[in-house]
């Protein structure tokens, strides 16, 4: 992989882009072949009952927590916020995720999705974007969700290109577009927005740039002047690997890997911060990020690590493997070629 240093970061010698490599075992394809078909069967069912819990945020929480624990081996989702005791559990509570709330978070693969709703006052509210160098892009499904991660994360699906959060420096925009009114039209009286402000997803590693001619400032003021909340939440899940979407992923194989385990062993951790704590007018992009990184927990990346450079890796290993499989092929031919002539060659000798 030493071809592949220069899409390390220069600082820290993290490279974000590279996926951990899973290699189940024999026994392993055995018994998940055995134990996805039981699982499917008990899903059906909840699949047809989860418009009924939709009703209700307390019983929402309910079916999802049970689709993350039963068919997904999550066994356990921890929310910490800022100023809070983790045995509080009565004030954790009461400021998680709520209405009228934008949430800046780094994403790890399809289920950050339920992960969010579980963790926020109104799962029925939750809505979840992109951050792109043209705005905000609203993803307005879990298949869509789904469909971008395991795309690689690189490029939103066609169908949700058109639902936009243009980002407009309100103090000196000459534009026509109104971000303040885009941002009110998606998230509404009760609405909350997680946002996924990388643009992509890495292997958890280090935190990227935002994504070049996304202004995180700019879209900071929107949040305040539509009198939104501002907060960020790290998002973090163990053991790595398996439920993440860094490279364009199968969805296939990645429902074989996590659909078909009963060793309840993922855990999510997420640390929730405020930025009530300083004047909008002082917040920094840093800063964001430093909060974004857990304060030191993640590393921060350079600038120059951004979603355009995982592009730029992705593109670069894919005409590696084609590369390697043009030479492969090359490789049997000239040893047929060799024989032929050996053969040929033996001939006249006799």
């Known amino acids: 992989m030493e071809k592949f240093s220069v899409y390390a970061d220069k600082t820290t010698g993290i490279s974000p882009f590279q996926p951990i490599q899973l290699t189940p075992t024999i026994p392993t394809y055995i018994f998940h072949a055995l134990i996805i078909p039981i699982k499917i069967v008990t899903f059906i069912p909840v699949l047809l009952v989860t418009p009924l ?6 019983s929402a929480k309910i079916i999802i927590d049970v689709i993350l624990a039963y068919f997904f081996n999550i066994s356990d989702t921890e929310l910490v916020i800022d100023g809070v005791r983790k045995s509080d559990f009565e004030e954790t509570a009461k400021r998680a995720p709520g209405a009228n709330e934008v949430i800046l978070t780094n994403a790890t693969g399809p289920l950050d999705w339920f992960v969010w709703k579980m963790i926020s006052k109104n799962p029925n ?5 992109i951050a792109t160098s043209g705005g905000i ?3 307005n499904s879990w298949y869509k ?5 395991f795309s690689g994360s690189l490029f939103v699906p066609e169908s949700c290109k058109h639902n936009v959060i243009h980002v407009t420096d309100i103090d000196a925009s000459s ?3 109104d971000g303040v009114s885009d941002l009110k039209k998606y998230l509404g009286d009760d609405g909350t927005l997680f946002l996924v402000a990388e643009g992509t997803i890495s292997n958890g590693k280090g935190i990227l740039a935002y994504p070049m001619g996304f202004d995180v400032i700019a879209f900071a003021k929107m949040v305040r002047s539509a009198d939104y909340a501002l907060r960020i939440l790290s998002t973090r899940v163990s053991p790595p690997g398996i439920t993440e979407t860094i490279v364009r ?6 429902l074989f890997l996590n659909f078909g385990s009963l060793g309840m062993n993922m855990k999510y951790r997420l640390k929730l911060s405020e930025t009530t704590d300083v004047q909008t007018q002082m917040l920094t992009d840093t800063l964001l990020r430093e909060r974004l990184a857990n304060n030191g927990r993640f590393k921060l990346l350079g600038r120059n690590m951004d979603v355009n450079m995982k592009r730029e890796y992705i593109k670069a290993v894919e005409e590696n493997v084609a590369q390697k499989k043009s030479n492969g092929k090359s490789v049997p031919r000239a040893k047929a070629n060799g024989n032929a002539k050996a053969k040929t060659t033996s001939k006249k000798r006799v």
């Open 53 to 58: 819990f939709n009703l209700a945020s307390g």
């Open 125 to 129: 509210s939750v809505k979840v974007g």
């Open 137 to 139: 892009i609203m993803i």
């Open 145 to 149: 969700w789904c469909e971008w991660c």
């Open 175 to 177: 534009s026509d577009i």
């Open 249 to 254: 992923t199968n969805r296939w194989w990645w």
